[in-house]
C-alpha cells in the first residue's frame, strides 16, 4: 500500500517563474491538504481540496492555487514566484470524515533563487 | 484565529535525561496530534488525544490533553540520540476542521 507521494522531490526556479507540485494521496484518502513549510517552522496550511474543490483556505495570496482530480490526486501550482516561496512544500491525504491522521509525503523542496 | 504555541523552541539534553515539551493554546480542539519529524522528510504521526483529561503512553512517551482541551503535552523518559528531531503538535476545531500546526519543538539528544 503505497502512502502519500509527491513530486518532484527538489525543484529550483527564478523569480517571476511558475511551478506545479504533485500529489497522490494514500490509498482510500480522499482529502488532499497542501502546506508550505519555511526553514525552522512548522507547517503552515494552504489549502484543503476533497470532491475536486477547494473546501479551506489559509492566508496565501491567489498565487497560490490548486486543482483535485477524479481519482484524488492533486496540484498546487505558484504563479509569480518570490524569493520567500522557498519552502519545502508538504501534501497531507485523510478520509474527509476524520481530521484525526494526516499521512504526509516526503515533500517538494522549492528553492527561488 | 486559532495558535498553538509550542514551547520550549529548543533544547538539548544528555542521553537518559528525562524532558517535557508543551502545547498550548487559547482555542478549544476536537482533537491533538503530535507528529515528529526528521530532516528532509514529512511530519509522521505519533499520538492523537481527542478526550480532556486523556493520556496516551507510546513506549517512553507520554501524551496527555489538558482538561479544558486547549493544551497538551508530551513527555519523555530517559531519552535516547534516536529521539532527535522535531517535535509538532497540530489539531484542528472538528473533525471536518483544517489541521493547524505549532512551530515546533526541536530537541536534540547527545550521546
Known amino acids: 500500500d503505497a502512502g502519500v507521494t509527491q513530486s518532484p522531490t527538489h525543484l529550483i526556479k527564478t523569480r517571476g517563474q511558475q511551478v506545479t507540485l504533485r500529489c497522490s494521496p494514500k490509498?482510500?484518502?480522499?482529502?488532499v491538504s497542501w502546506y508550505q513549510q519555511a526553514l525552522g517552522q512548522g507547517p503552515q496550511f494552504i489549502f484543503q481540496?476533497?470532491?475536486?474543490?477547494?473546501?479551506q483556505r489559509g492566508n496565501f495570496p491567489d498565487r497560490f492555487s490548486g486543482h483535485q482530480f477524479p481519482n484524488y490526486s492533486s496540484e498546487l501550482n505558484v504563479n509569480a514566484l518570490l524569493l520567500g516561496d522557498s519552502a519545502l512544500y508538504l501534501c497531507?491525504?485523510?478520509?474527509?470524515?476524520?481530521?484525526?491522521?494526516?499521512?504526509f509525503g516526503s515533500g517538494t523542496q522549492l528553492s527561488v533563487l | 484565529t486559532q495558535l498553538l504555541e509550542q514551547s520550549p523552541q529548543f533544547l538539548s539534553i544528555q542521553e537518559g535525561e528525562n524532558l517535557t515539551v508543551y502545547c498550548n493554546s487559547s482555542?478549544?480542539?476536537?482533537?491533538l496530534q503530535w507528529y515528529r519529524q526528521e530532516p528532509g522528510e514529512g511530519p509522521v504521526l505519533l499520538v492523537t488525544?481527542?478526550?480532556?483529561?486523556e493520556v496516551k503512553k507510546l513506549k517512553r512517551l507520554t501524551f496527555q490533553f489538558g482538561d479544558a482541551r486547549k493544551d497538551s503535552s508530551l513527555h519523555i523518559t530517559a531519552a535516547q540520540p534516536g529521539d532527535t528531531g522535531l517535535y509538532l503538535c497540530?489539531?484542528?476545531?472538528?473533525?471536518?476542521?483544517?489541521?493547524?500546526f505549532g512551530k515546533g519543538t526541536r530537541l536534540h539528544i547527545l550521546p
Open positions: 497531507a491525504s485523510r478520509h474527509r470524515a476524520n481530521n484525526e491522521k494526516l499521512f
Open positions: 490509498s482510500g484518502h480522499d482529502t
Open positions: 481540496y476533497y470532491e475536486e474543490e477547494e473546501r
Open positions: 482555542s478549544v480542539f476536537s482533537s
Open positions: 488525544v481527542v478526550t480532556g483529561g
Open positions: 497540530a489539531g484542528g476545531r472538528n473533525r471536518d476542521d483544517k489541521i493547524i
